[in-house]
């Protein structure tokens, strides 16, 4: 099954590689940059429907992991 993958760190902007290298060389902080929204209430929704679905891809991930616990079970049982 094709599921889509989501991240737990949504606040934080994704830099090219030379704005991480130059974060390397930042030592006052002045590269930091984040994603932001418009109001605080946009802010605390997209982080709740974020959190819910990295709370659905571990349902997921779990499920899964205990299908093949499952099959390897039943493969053994059945010799």
Do not use: C, H
């Amino acid at each position: 099954m094709g599921f889509e993958i989501f991240v737990s760190n949504y606040l934080f902007a994704r830099p090219s590689f030379f704005e991480g290298f130059s974060r390397t060389l930042d030592l006052t902080g002045n590269f930091d940059s984040y994603n932001e929204s418009r109001t605080p209430e946009e802010a605390d929704i997209r982080a709740t429907v974020n959190d819910w679905r990295m709370v659905g891809q571990d349902i997921s991930s779990a499920i899964q992991t205990y299908g093949k616990e499952i099959e390897k079970q039943v493969d053994a049982a059945n010799g």
